[in-house]
């Protein structure tokens, strides 16, 4: 019959015989073979680079959270939505279905813009980003629809909690965009680890 010994880098399937009680380096994995060969005394070293940091200016903490808005805009309003989706659930069903209709509706209004946004027609029809005219109305419509079915305690609440989360987030986080290099180079700390 046949048993089953569980190397530490995988199975071995060993059939009991006279030759294998005698030599069990036969029937064991060879590890010098599956290790990759490193040197003991070389060093291994890796950078990690923070993107987060205080800015050193007002100047420069303004200019980072207009680009942090701009990069992370729609994060962080699916981060609020998420929270606000979730205080209204137990109590406030139908706050939640106009909740979802106006996401619904931004969400088609956005791939409708991507989908169309190389065309002629589209361009020459309207000459300006209608995204900073139309989602701010959605946005109104969806506060007055919560206020309207009784749950503007929740969305005041849940502003309350998420807009300092999202405050700090664009304030502290670092873009990676090329007119930010300085300002990377001068805020982030290298972390570096030698082993």
Not at 62 to 74: E, S, V
Not at 117 to 127: E, G
Not at 157 to 165: N, S
Request: proline share 6%; with cysteine; hydrophobic share 50%.
């Amino acid at each position: 019959h046949t048993h089953i010994n569980m190397a530490s880098y995988g199975a071995v399937v060993q059939r009991p015989s006279a030759t294998s009680a005698n030599h069990p380096s036969q029937t064991q994995p060879d590890e010098s073979k599956q290790l990759p060969n490193f040197e003991k005394n070389q060093p291994f070293s890796f950078q990690v680079t923070c993107p987060v940091s205080i800015p050193t200016t007002p100047e420069s903490a303004a200019t980072r959270i207009i680009k942090n808005l701009g990069k992370f805009g729609l994060y962080y309003a699916e981060f609020v939505w998420i929270v606000l989706f979730i205080a209204l659930i137990p109590k406030r069903k139908v706050s939640v279905v106009y909740l979802v209709a106006f996401k619904e509706v931004a969400v088609l209004y956005l791939i409708l813009l991507r989908a169309v946004a190389n065309s002629v027609l589209f361009r020459w029809l309207i000459a300006f980003d209608t995204r900073l005219i139309v989602l701010p109305l959605l946005a109104i419509g969806t506060c007055v629809a919560l206020i309207l079915t009784n749950a503007g305690i929740h969305l005041v609440i849940t502003l309350a909690a998420t807009l300092p989360i999202i405050l700090a987030h664009a304030v502290l986080w670092i873009a990676e965009d090329s007119s930010f290099n300085d300002e990377t180079n001068q805020e982030s700390v290298p972390f570096v680890h030698t082993v």
